[in-house]
């Protein structure tokens, strides 16, 4: 009879779960899978030139097409080195289904060549984490960990396989048995809320004068968009945004005040700090928006909506959690009588950045980019300075249209999530803005631009430091700049010409123009912006600090 091995139903299962697009790095401990992937039709593969990169596009595809991003990887440092683009997908609830390739069964906990304990490296930045030990667990155990990476809250869900396991066979109609077998209930995340919360949100709601919404990426995973604008519409209540929430409101929408925290908009700090009711949904108070935990929006009641009951109460303590799904809660809101009489602040609290139009610097260059993004766009960032410029200026269209790295703050993520947001998105236009420090972490990913044919653009906010801890430096330290100047770059366009990908030097502010032209284009393109480190990103609240703080941007 027809028989099966591991390494093929671990690619039939991919399959079946409609698995298109899996990136990833051969080794020793994944030979089979590989050996299997060599003619194997419906699954496209993408060869990344570091594990870290694997993880950050399977990141960067989940974030822009909304379903679970895949990697793969071989045993011991092939596992380890994808801990940081798993920890950066835990912490901003990205689905992620990392597939590991494990030394034989008869060889584990002897420190066997390449062999590490991936499970309990990464136990605590999963979801939950799987090793394999029998061939008939496979279908089952990747078919969970693949629902379980997208139920409830999104998060990243690792499988371990031996490398016996994936040689092993079976008969293929005991295969296409597993295969079709349903998997348990997923109950990770059981509403609690009931109706005395939703009525008790109707009084908290209509007895206050300066409401203020938050909206953070909850929003976005729980698919709420279109009820959160109704909400907003219906009662003209202001609006402000966590990182992870940018593009649920544009600049368009009159009552939207912009991104808060720590280098958040004047206007929607203030309009937090002055509220009488703050209204958060799909958000987790981080310590980047509320700094003081004691000043933090200190006149106002707080109502939190949130799915994961682990966030409630974890880092502010709030007078209404009503913990469920956001669209359920949402839909049964909009059934209630409430009051629209909300005047929007916008107009008052409005304030200008303190950088010129009119020289070369993070603002002018998106001004520009502002010119052209539409919905054709995809924006990506690394983290930094640039970072948080873009979350400021950018004109954001739509949701889903602006992928960072929020909670872990992971430099070197760009351009690998670039290219996955490429590969999942082709029929868009993809954008990476980059600084110096962060480019050089992955910028061994650029080959896969050429040797894909994927038409990213590369804009390097080129400032000679690492702006972000250069600017701490700056303010906190004395001006004490310790190991932050990047004295000896290499030259950019170069580099992008030896991996196969034009570019040029733009170090004037008439020139800014040509980035119109570079972004419409069918073909990779790198452009090193040569900018000053004297441009710091105002304003910002430093950490501990309350919105009483702020410096710069008054």
Known sequence: MEKISGAKIVLETLKYLGVQDIFGYPGGAVIPIYDALYDFEGINHYMARHEQ??????????RTKRVPGVCLATSGPGATNLVTGIMTAHMDSIPLLVITGQVSTSFLGKDSFQESDILGITSPVTKNNY???????????????????????????????PKNIQEEKIEYTLFKKLLNEKIGEINKFKPSYKNTHILEFENYFNTSKKPVLVVGGGVLNSGCIKEVREFVSRTKIPVVSTLMGLGIFTKEDKGYLG???MHGLIEANRAVDECDLLICIGMRFDDRIIGDKTKFSPNSKKIHIELDRAEVNKNIVVDLPIIGDAKDILEKILLLNLKSNFIYWRDSFRVENVLEKKSLNQIAALNILNEVLDERYIVVTDVGQHQMFTAQHLDIKKPFQFCTSGGAGTMGYG?????????????????????DGGFQMNQQELILLAQYNLPVKIL????????????????FNNKRYSSVILDMNPDFVKLGNAHFIEGEKIDNFNNLEKIKDILENDKPYLIDLQMSYEHNVYPIIPAGKSYEHTIGGK
């Open 415 to 435: 351009l690998p999530a670039a290219i996955g947001a490429q590969v999942a998105n082709q029929d868009k236009k993809v954008v990476v803005i980059v600084g």
């Open 53 to 62: 990169g694997a993880v950050h596009s399977a990141d960067g595809y989940a």
């Open 460 to 475: 390097i906010f080129n400032n000679g430091a690492l702006g972000m801890v250069k600017q701490w430096q700056e303010l």
């Open 259 to 261: 991104m808060i925290g």
């Open 131 to 161: 090793l394999v030990r029998e061939i008939c667990e496979l279908p089952e155990i990747l078919k969970e960990a693949y629902m379980l990476s997208k139920h409830g809250r999104p998060g990243p869900v690792l499988v371990d396989i």
